[in-house]
């Protein structure tokens, strides 16, 4: 329950004079701005900032949060984004005063603990993708895509052959196409077939020596694993062509397989799905990347070296496409990630994806007989329902449904993606989620599919805002204030 008061802006609440906390007085000679600073950097009055006391910035701050979903306060199924739980103890150790309190322009010598720990962290990568060399830099897993796509043009660049295509399959996540296009490639299609999978004969018809890298997420954002992978990596080399594996679904195979290992030259991790990373609203994130040994050189410098025993940062690479990340890239999140990973071991990553993929099909056998999943009976990390059937006989879509989980206090799940399935519905429990969690979940799916479909229509109820227009939310926002 909010009273008004929770839902005035903090500007509304503000009273001349009314303060949270006052200094005790000057103690020192004071100095006039304009004998500091040159006129045209001193403002014309104090900002106008809201004048309230302790209790009330408190009780703004805390009744916001909480009209907020988090993993932190609900069940987050949302797929290809794998929203798990975020471990408290990656916080403390991210925070601890010898990591955090430093400064990116310190000596190298004063920063070697620092430098370990990424090194450690490139090494632990390599060993999971099964590739030989790693920069940490790229700050999310769509720069990932941008910097690797980088690194492929550079390499053709290098050798001399003219490639200007990059093959993604139809199913892909939008950044794709996106980075393709980015870097300078044409990006072009390719068909998957109806159980969800590349379409060789398509990959065929497209597939020339103008194709430099053929981008594939693996397990794809259907929740499967490509039965063909080697036989499309050895097409894709055999015509001189590089594979860019999507590590955005790597918490599925995690000490099980490895992109290297299934033909990958390439790969990039987002940290903040794979390694339990607080995604926050909308970031920071960070994506690294993994390439073979003939990439390697074109990587963004620098790259954390050990040499003797002691680490440094080597920035004599002259093949580098260059930095795509001020300093070492967003270490807050990779020290979490370091944390996660060192705190289960090898052993425990694979129960990790073990757990993640038993928990998807889990779910999946629980609610397949109200929301079909078309592409199998079986999944990996997370499946894509359809709701296609309910939206014939009972005028309910997926996105009332999504709608509707919000009363119920579930995140929704990903919806209307990927496109390649109507009415798509893609759920991701995660690992970290229990089996009374998983059933309460399939539970209320069941009964908002029996409730009437003009309460759906209307759904959520229980919220500040129903339903907005989300494209003009996010193209127009209304951001600034006035009374
Ligand atoms: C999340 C995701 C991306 C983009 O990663 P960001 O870290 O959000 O930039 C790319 N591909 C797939 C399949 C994803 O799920």
């Not at 450690?120 to 060993?127: A, H, K, S, V």
């Not at 590739?131 to 043009?153: D, N, R, T």
């Not at 981008?215 to 080697?230: A, D, H, Q």
Request: aromatic share 6%.
């Amino acid at each position: 329950m909010q009273n008004t008061h929770d839902t005035q802006l903090i500007f509304e609440l503000s009273k001349p004079g009314r303060r949270a906390a006052r200094l005790p007085a000057c103690d020192v000679p004071e100095h006039a701005l304009d004998t500091l600073l040159p006129a045209e950097a001193i403002a014309a009055g104090p900002p106008a900032l809201p004048e309230v006391s302790e209790p009330q910035v408190v009780r703004h701050f805390v009744n916001l949060s909480t009209q907020n979903m988090s993993v932190d306060t609900h069940f987050y199924p949302l797929g290809s984004c794998t929203m798990k739980y975020n471990p408290k103890r990656n916080e403390r150790a991210a925070a601890m005063p010898g990591l955090s309190d430093l400064h990116p322009y310190q000596a190298e010598e004063t920063l070697q603990g620092m430098l370990e720990l990424l090194y450690d962290m490139q090494e632990i990568l390599q060993e999971i993708s099964g590739l030989q060399e790693c920069s940490l830099q790229p700050a999310a897993g769509a720069h990932g895509e941008f910097a690797a796509l980088l690194v492929a043009a550079a390499y053709y660049r290098d050798i001399g052959e003219t490639r200007t295509k990059v093959l993604v399959p139809d199913n892909a996540h939008g950044t794709n196409p996106a980075s393709a296009a980015m870097a300078g490639f044409e990006s072009i299609t390719v068909k998957t077939t109806a159980s969800g999978f590349v379409d060789l004969d398509d990959l065929n018809a497209k597939l020339d020596e103008r194709v430099a890298v053929f981008m594939i997420t693996n397990p794809s954002t259907l929740g499967l694993f490509e039965p063909n992978m080697r036989e499309i990596a050895d097409r894709v080399h055999a015509l001189g062509g590089l594979i860019y594996l999507d590590g955005a679904n790597m918490n599925a195979i995690l000490g099980i397989s490895r992109p290297g290992d299934f033909g990958a030259d390439m790969q990039h991790y987002n940290p903040h799905k794979t390694f339990s990373g607080p995604h926050g609203g909308g970031g920071p994130g960070a994506g690294p990347i993994c390439v073979t040994e003939k990439l390697a050189p074109y990587l963004p410098a620098p790259i954390v070296r050990k040499e003797d025993g002691r680490f440094r940062l080597d920035h004599d690479m002259p093949k580098s496409i260059g930095r795509v990340r001020s300093f070492f890239g967003n270490v807050g999140v990779l020290l979490r990630a370091y944390a996660y990973i060192r705190t289960h071991g090898p052993d425990g990553l694979r129960r990790i994806s073990e757990n993640a993929v038993l928990n998807a099909n889990y779910v999946l056998s629980r609610v397949k007989h109200i929301l079909p999943v078309p592409q199998g009976h079986r999944c990996m990390h997370e499946f894509v329902a359809s709701a296609s059937n309910l939206r014939r006989d009972k005028d309910i879509s997926a996105m009332d449904i999504a709608k509707r989980l919000l009363d119920y206090g579930y995140h929704a799940p990903t919806v209307y993606f990927p496109l390649t399935v109507p009415e798509a519905m893609m759920i991701e429990p995660t690992e970290s989620e229990s089996k009374e969690t998983l059933d309460a979940f399939a539970e209320v799916l069941f009964r908002i599919t029996e409730e009437d479909a003009t309460l759906l229509h209307d759904a959520p109820h229980s919220t500040a805002i129903s339903r907005p227009d989300e494209v003009r939310a996010a193209r127009q926002p209304v951001l600034s204030y006035s009374p």
